[in-house]
């Protein structure tokens, strides 16, 4: 099981779509039995509250379900609990690194970086651009997953030639 764990500000714009979205792409491939996937924020502001408008709104003209998700702080039992925690922008980054206690088993990762880029995750709630920002997670959550199973295969061709995992 591989878990993943998408992080934003707020937990109801970014990290929620991504939830959803990636929850749907590895649907669409059959592969829901080897993920655990949830969202997260840095802050409080928004906790209890469920996915912004805009985000249902983008969700569903693409034909993408919405998980059913209520905003929630990131803890210390996800980094325990997650194999990667994807931030949206630099500045998820950084509360999460110190939220996190520096990251000491190195699971914080920047969404586009798997993309190749090192460019953030425009927040919509600045820039009430939820088209921009769901191609910009689209992207990332592509090459995430094709990176993970990536990872995954080159896991299992070492177990099968008799290497530790």
């Given at each position: 099981?591989?878990?993943?764990?998408?992080?934003?500000?707020?937990?109801i714009c970014r990290?929620?779509?991504?939830?959803?979205?990636?929850?749907?792409?590895?649907?669409?491939?059959?592969?829901?039995?080897?993920?655990?996937?949830?969202?997260?924020?840095?802050?409080?502001?928004?906790?209890?509250?469920?996915?912004?408008?805009?985000?249902?709104?983008?969700?569903?003209?693409?034909?993408?379900?919405?998980?059913?998700?209520?905003?929630?702080?990131?803890?210390?039992?996800?980094?325990?609990?997650?194999?990667?925690?994807?931030?949206?922008?630099?500045?998820?980054?950084?509360?999460?690194?110190?939220?996190?206690?520096?990251?000491?088993?190195?699971?914080?990762?920047?969404?586009?970086?798997?993309?190749?880029?090192?460019?953030?995750?425009?927040?919509?709630?600045?820039?009430?651009?939820?088209?921009?920002?769901?191609?910009?997670?689209?992207?990332?959550?592509?090459?995430?997953?094709?990176?993970?199973?990536?990872?995954?295969?080159?896991?299992?061709?070492?177990?099968?030639?008799?290497?530790?995992?």
């Amino acid at each position: 099981m591989i878990r993943v764990l998408f992080v934003c500000h707020g937990n109801i714009c970014r990290s929620t779509l991504c939830e959803s979205l990636f929850t749907h792409l590895v649907n669409e491939r059959g592969l829901s039995d080897l993920f655990e996937i949830d969202s997260a924020a840095t802050s409080t502001e928004e906790i209890g509250n469920s996915p912004h408008h805009g985000t249902v709104k983008k969700l569903r003209a693409m034909n993408v379900p919405l998980v059913p998700h209520r905003a929630r702080q990131v803890t210390w039992k996800d980094y325990e609990h997650y194999d990667y925690i994807i931030g949206m922008d630099t500045w998820n980054i950084r509360n999460l690194n110190r939220m996190l206690k520096g990251d000491p088993q190195q699971k914080i990762y920047k969404l586009l970086t798997f993309a190749g880029s090192s460019r953030d995750i425009a927040d919509p709630w600045y820039t009430g651009d939820f088209d921009a920002t769901y191609e910009d997670s689209y992207e990332g959550c592509t090459a995430l997953l094709e990176h993970l199973l990536e990872q995954r295969g080159a896991q299992n061709r070492k177990f099968r030639n008799g290497e530790k995992r």
